[in-house]
């Protein structure tokens, strides 16, 4: 071989192994796909794309900000370690990618809490509220998701609305200092029987009576789909309350174009909105393996595209 052939075919092998190595999932450069420049923000979630990426949450977050993806949710954040928290919200600061929402509180899915208007319970969502905030101010989170929990079966609606606005005021006391906005979440009655909350009508009516920024709707398109059905005018009723959004089709709960939401609609109305937060992508993979994560990247091109 020649001495310039071999120089030349050494520096491109190198260079191929010292950008590949910069994350595990990396394929060859020669291989490597251009990001696509989304119009909105949909934001992964952990675990959506690990056979393409590989366990590592971090290189989870690199890969997600590699295809495009400008924002990042994670429901359980609050309970990981506060190192990985740190180093998660350093990924996303240096990739440009945003924070979504987590839970901010324990869930109460079998018996009521914030409807009862029992102040021990009150009293523990507030810590749970007060314990949310330092997570958000470490992961750069403006938004968290609350769910007012189980319904009092002996108490009158009109009294449990009273008691889940009042702990929601004096969240809102403890949120608006710090910029931090608790978005509600109604949930569908069939895979969540029993719960408090489970309409945007609901949910408009409850944030007009609390009154502050710091407390707004999260619009979970699949679980609405079941609940109410409706959704462009269900939205354009609420929108001025709604903060966040999440995505899942229906039935099955995965990704757009896998059942009968007509997301291509839905997507427009929204982008006509100029709405500027995150649409969380909480759903599964309609298809196991990495053919099944890229055919989740391909459907969120497709419906993008159709803005």
Known sequence: MKRRSFIQKTALTSGAISLSGAYSYAQPLAKKEIAHSFNLKYAPHLGMFKNLAGED?????????????????????KDRESSL????????QKRGMEMGVFVAHQIYWKEANLASGDNTKR??????????????????????????????LK?????????????LKQASA???TH?????????????????????????????????????????DIYHQQIQ?????????????????????????????????INYNNVFKFIHSKDFS??????????????EGEQAVIDAYKKVDDFL
């Open 123 to 152: 009293m523990e969502f507030l810590e749970d509220i007060k314990a949310s905030i330092a997570v958000a101010q470490r992961v750069n989170a403006k938004w968290i998701t609350v769910v007012p929990g189980h319904v009092d």
């Open 228 to 260: 109410e059905g409706n959704l462009i005018p269900n939205m354009e009723a609420c929108w001025d309350e709604i903060a966040y959004i999440q995505i899942g089709d229906n039935p099955g709960r995965k990704e757009p174009t896998t059942g009968e």
């Open 57 to 77: 949450p971090i290189d989870q977050l690199n890969f997600m900000a590699d295809q495009g993806f400008t924002a990042f949710e994670d429901n359980g954040m």
């Open 179 to 219: 910029d931090i906005t608790m978005v509600l979440e109604p949930l569908n009655f069939r895979n969540h029987p029993g719960l408090f909350l489970t309409e945007s009508p609901q949910a408009y009516e409850i944030c007009k009576a609390v009154d502050s920024p710091a407390c707004k709707i999260l619009f």
């Open 277 to 290: 937060g995150i649409l969380g992508m909480e759903h599964g993979n309609s298809r196991p393996d990495k």
């Open 85 to 92: 928290q740190e180093k998660m919200s350093q990924t996303m």
């Open 155 to 167: 108490l009158n609606m009109g009294y449990q609305t009273a008691n889940v606005v009042e702990s």
């Open 174 to 176: 403890l949120l608006e």
